[in-house]
Each structure stands twice: as structure tokens, then as C-alpha cells.
């Protein structure tokens, strides 16, 4: 042995550095066969890939400037981490944006802005601002519910977030007085931590699933019954950044927790499919709201991204007709977060919230029957004068879901699909996740809450009136970027695309000239 060492000893360091780049050599060139530049370039093409991978973290933390990062800029993620944890949030020497480029908002002050009365609510709490409506009293459902708090957690499922991140969520919103949507992964223990919440369930119906894969109506009863922290109930339509999509939980997020949770396989992928078993027109899903909001007595509402208008203007003259419908809408924006979507879908399905949602409320308005709907908006709107301008569009409550997240210290880093979060936020990676301090950010989410409802309550203060429901179109001046400078290809290009003759997929795929091979050979 000792011959063997000495003679290992004896090699000079830089003979094994060498050696080692001469192995790696041998592999680029003769042994790996998916890389071109590593093949060409051996061992100095990984430093493409390296600077590829940091690429980033480089640009975000020295390249970038404070208004140049998407989805969040440096400057928004700033107020966030601010306000959450009760610093400074003020900037000094005046406003770094040109506030003449487009989309730039203004909210129109009054001359002299609303005197806060002796007594009144918000002289005894600055940051009181509860939603001016109710949700379910039209429809005279029998548990009504008026959301304590104008902002509110968005849909998140546990199992895109990790326990500790729903746990200080739920929490957090206990503190701020708001509700907690538990996305569409089912209720978690971890929700059930002491603030409101309001079930939502997709095309998966996780939590509240037949054996069939379609919704049980006794399992949302029960479910209802056992926990009285429901106060609403969401079904998904649809979300922004993937409409019509369904969703793909990877197998490396679902623990057996996660899997007993939802009702499905350890390990596996979980996919939600695009459309949903338990209706297929909007007929069917009005009977569904009806039949929820009677076995439950909760408020029953719908969440979607907005695209075409066709089956909205049915819903619409459906309610019209039979005087029901959803207690609550949920627009979200083409803008959206989720766990994991194709860029396809996050970059151009469904419109931008301000076209969505602007397209969509006059549907309602036409039939007169706003009144009878919770407006809520999500979508970038957890920012007190974005929020401003959404409440003088009409809506009544602010969803958040990346901000929430930004609250509890998200950092923005983008791989939330890969369960490598390293703020422990969207990973059920243990070691992650245990770095959550779930009561030091249940207190962060908390105050963001609140200093946002502070300071909206501020800015409409500043406009004159007293609840930002009193907002009007009026009030908010934005560049010139309005709903005119966009247009449909047809407009844009001056023709219409002559119709394509189309008789079903199974044509195509039975078709004799069809090309390659994949989908033939694996039906054989
Ligand atoms: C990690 C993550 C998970 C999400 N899960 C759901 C979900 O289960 N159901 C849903 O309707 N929307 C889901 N969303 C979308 C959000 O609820 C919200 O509509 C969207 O992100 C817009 O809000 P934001 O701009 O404040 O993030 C998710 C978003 C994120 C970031």
C-alpha cells in the first residue's frame, strides 16, 4: 500500500489536473453524444453551459435595472420585502419612472382629500378596508361572506408550495383578517392553521374526487361541514398563464403526504385535465353553482382567464333569465403566475387583466347585473395604486399570488416546476422548506397585507373618497394604451384567413401520407 502512495504522492498536482481535463476531453469527444458544442469545443464548451445556467442570477442581481425585470422589477419586489417587514417603503428625491411612458397610471387627487371623521373606522384602524360587497347575499345563499380584507391570498395549491409556505399563508392571512384560496390541490392541514378560506377546485377535483375522477358532491358536503374555515367555494375555470391548459404537478413534488391529500399516486405526475368531468356547457356549470351553494350554504363562485365572450355573454343572459348565478367571478390576467406552464401559454393565451377584465365587466354591466357579482382581480394587482386603477374598473377584491409569495421571501428565482426553490416556497424538498420561519413570516405576509390596504386606503383618501369601491373610470388617467391599440390580426393585416377544411383529428391521423412515425407506430 505504502509503495502505491508514495508513488501517487510523488505526481505532480498539476499531472492530475491534466489528467482530469484529458478524462473529460475523452468523454466530450468520444463517449457523450447529445452535446455538439462540448463534442467540438471539449472542455471549454461546459463553460458555455455554465455561463448559460448563472446567466440569471448575473443579469438579475448586476446587469438589470430597477424597472427592467418581468414578471416583478426590482423596484416592486423591493415595496414588498419592505412593507412586509415593516421598513422603510419610501423612496427619496422623487419618482425614478418617466412617468410619461404608456401604461403609466395616475390616480386623479381630489383638491382636498376625504377628512377621516372622529371615530370612524379608519381613524381607529388605518389599514380597515373590507370588501363593499357580500358575496352570496344576492342569491340569499345561507352562509354570506364579506371578505374582511380588499386583498386576499390567491389560488395556490399545497403541493406547488410547500406546508410551510401554506402553513405561514394561513397564518398570515389569520393576522391580516383576509382569506386564503387554497388552489386546486385540495385543503391541507396546513390551511386550517385559523384564517378564512375559500375552496377551490379544478378539472382534478383534488380533495373532493370521486373514484370515477369526477367531482363527489357528499365528499364537498362533508368536507364543507368539517371545516368551518371554508367560507367560499371556487371552481376553476380557468387561470391566465395557462387557459384551457390543465395543469402537470411533477412526480418529484408529490410526497405521500400530497398524495393522500389529493387523492392520487406517490411519485407520479399529476395531471389535471384540460376540461372538466362534472359539466360540459355553461348550463350544466350554473346548475353545479346551484346545487353547491345548496349543499353547502356557502357562496359559490368561478374563476377565469378571458378570452373569447361568447359563453360569458350565455352566463350572463342565463342569470338574467333564471335570477341566479355565481356569487363571486374571479378575472385573472393573461399575466399570471402558476407552478408550471408551457411558454406558449403563459406568453400569449388569454388576455392582459386590464382587456379581460374591462371586456368581460360590460358584459354584466349591459344586463345591469354587476351588482349582483363579486368582482375579484388578479393578475400584478398587488400594488396600491395598480389595485387603484382595478377598483375604478370595477372590481371589488384583489387576489395575490406571487406577492404573497414575494412576502414570505420568495426571490423571484423562476424554477418554481423544478422543485429546487431555494427560498423553501414551491419545492416539498424538506431541507428547503425547513428554512421557512413560519412565524416570522406568517407576521411578514400579514403586514404586507396590511400596509397595502394602509396605503390604498391612502391613495383613495387622496382622491376624495372613502373606500376605493367609490373609485370611478374617471379617476385613473393610463398613457395612452388603451383597448383601441389593440387589435385582432383581421383589423391589423386587412383580411380574413380563408376557412381550412377540417373533419376531426382522427381524419388526420388515419390519414395515409401522414408524415413521421411516432403516433402510428405506438397505436400499433
Ligand atoms: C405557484 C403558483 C401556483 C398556482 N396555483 C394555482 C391553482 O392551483 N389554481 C389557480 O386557479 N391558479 C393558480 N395560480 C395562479 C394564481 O392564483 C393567480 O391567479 C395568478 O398568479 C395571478 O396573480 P399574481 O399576479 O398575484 O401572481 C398559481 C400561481 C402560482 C404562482
Keep these: ?98 412617468i410619461y411612458e404608456h401604461q403609466h397610471i395616475f390616480v386623479k387627487n381630489q383638491m382636498m382629500a376625504f377628512k377621516i371623521p372622529e371615530g370612524h ?17 344576492h342569491n340569499k345563499r345561507r352562509k354570506p361572506y364579506r371578505p374582511a ?38 385543503l391541507s392541514p396546513y390551511h386550517k392553521q385559523g384564517g378564512d378560506v375559500v375552496f377551490h377546485f379544478g378539472t382534478g377535483y383534488f380533495g373532493v374526487r370521486s373514484s370515477d375522477g369526477n367531482l363527489s358532491l357528499e365528499k364537498l358536503e362533508k368536507l364543507v361541514n368539517d371545516n368551518p374555515c371554508i367560507k367560499a367555494i371556487e371552481i376553476k375555470l380557468s387561470q391566465g398563464a395557462k387557459p384551457g391548459k390543465g395543469g402537470v404537478l411533477p412526480g418529484a413534488k408529490i410526497t405521500k403526504e400530497i398524495a393522500e391529500i389529493r387523492g392520487v399516486e406517490v411519485g407520479k405526475d399529476v395531471l389535471s385535465p384540460a376540461t372538466h368531468k362534472a359539466f360540459s356547457n355553461v348550463s350544466e356549470l350554473m346548475d353545479l353553482i346551484e ?29 338574467v333569465e333564471t335570477g341566479k348565478g355565481p356569487d363571486f367571478i374571479a378575472v385573472d390576467g393573461g399575466e399570471g403566475g402558476t407552478g408550471a406552464a408551457p411558454p406558449s401559454f403563459a406568453d400569449h393565451v388569454s388576455l392582459p387583466w386590464v382587456y379581460g377584465f374591462s371586456e368581460l365587466y360590460k358584459v354584466f354591466q349591459t344586463r345591469n347585473i354587476t351588482h349582483r357579482i363579486v368582482f375579484i382581480g388578479s393578475g400584478k394587482l398587488g400594488f396600491p395604486a395598480k389595485a387603484a386603477m382595478a377598483f375604478a374598473m370595477g372590481v371589488d377584491c384583489i387576489n395575490v399570488a406571487r406577492e404573497a409569495m414575494m412576502s414570505i421571501g420568495c426571490i423571484q428565482a423562476q424554477i418554481c416546476h423544478t422543485n429546487r ?47 376605493p369601491c367609490q373609485f370611478t373610470m374617471h379617476d385613473i388617467q393610463v398613457n395612452v394604451d388603451d383597448i383601441d391599440l389593440t387589435r385582432n390580426l383581421r383589423t391589423t393585416y386587412g383580411y380574413n384567413k380563408t376557412q381550412v377544411p377540417f373533419k376531426g383529428s382522427q381524419v388526420l391521423y388515419d390519414c395515409e401520407y401522414l408524415g413521421g412515425k411516432n403516433f402510428t407506430e405506438s397505436a400499433k
Excluded at 163 to 175: C, L, Q, R, S, T
Excluded at 447 to 459: A, N, S
Design 291 to 319: 346545487k353547491i351553494a345548496e349543499i353547502t350554504g356557502l357562496p359559490v363562485g368561478i374563476k377565469g382567464a378571458i378570452g373569447k365572450l361568447d359563453q360569458w355573454e350565455e352566463l350572463a343572459d342565463i342569470m
Design 149 to 186: 380584507s380588499i386583498i386576499n391570498v390567491s389560488a395556490m395549491s399545497f403541493g406547488s408550495l410547500s406546508a410551510a409556505a401554506v402553513e405561514a399563508m394561513n397564518k398570515g392571512v389569520a393576522k391580516a383578517d383576509a382569506y386564503h384560496n387554497t388552489g386546486e390541490g385540495g
Design 421 to 467: 426553490c431555494p427560498a423553501g416556497i414551491a419545492t416539498q424538498n424538506k431541507w428547503r422548506q425547513n428554512g421557512i420561519n413560519i412565524p416570522l413570516k406568517s407576521d411578514r405576509l400579514a403586514q404586507y397585507f396590511k400596509t397595502f390596504r394602509k396605503e390604498l386606503i391612502e391613495i383613495t383618501h387622496a382622491a376624495g373618497y372613502e373606500h
Design 1 to 98: 500500500m505504502e509503495p502505491i502512495l508514495n508513488f501517487l504522492a510523488a505526481i505532480p498536482w498539476w499531472a492530475y489536473v491534466l489528467g482530469a481535463l484529458g478524462l473529460i476531453a475523452f468523454r466530450d469527444i468520444f463517449i457523450q453524444k447529445s452535446h455538439t458544442i462540448s463534442h467540438n469545443y471539449p472542455i471549454v464548451g461546459h463553460l458555455r453551459y455554465w455561463m448559460e445556467s448563472i446567466g440569471p442570477e448575473m443579469r438579475q442581481y448586476f446587469v438589470a435595472n430597477n424597472r427592467e425585470e418581468l414578471p416583478f422589477n426590482r423596484i416592486e419586489r423591493g415595496w414588498i420585502y419592505a412593507s412586509a417587514k415593516k421598513e422603510n417603503n419610501y423612496e427619496g428625491f422623487g419618482t425614478d419612472r418617466d
Design 121 to 137: 373606522p379608519n381613524a381607529l384602524h388605518k389599514d380597515f378596508v373590507p370588501c363593499a360587497k357580500v358575496m352570496g347575499i
